[in-house]
């Protein structure tokens, strides 16, 4: 009958029992926008849970930057204009 030739070391052993504990997570899709998504969870992508928007995201972030932004600087130019 065939034997190990060596004692297979713990750390050997051990890596192969690594991964057992992990599971397929369960996915969604978006309402809103369709994107796979954690179940009860708000969308990350557009900040929608069931149909109401209660994240404010990334993008909506940088859309109002760059409407703070264009509101000012014309704002500004034409005081600068003003004053000269
Ligand atoms: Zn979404």
């Known amino acids: ?3 190990p030739k060596r004692k297979r070391s713990r750390a050997r052993r051990d890596s192969r029992f690594a991964n057992k504990g992990i599971k397929v997570k369960a ?3 978006c309402l809103n926008c369709k994107d796979p ?3 009860h969870t708000a ?3 557009c900040g929608f849970y069931k149909g109401v928007k ?3 995201t990334k993008a909506d972030r940088k859309v109002k930057r760059l409407a703070v ?3 000012k600087t014309p704002a ?3 005081s600068e204009s003003q004053a000269e």
């Open 1 to 3: 009958m065939p034997v």
């Open 43 to 45: 969308c990350q992508n």
């Open 37 to 39: 998504i954690v179940p």
């Open 27 to 29: 996915i969604a899709g």
């Open 76 to 78: 500004k130019k034409a």
């Open 69 to 71: 932004k264009t509101a």
């Open 54 to 56: 209660v994240l404010t």
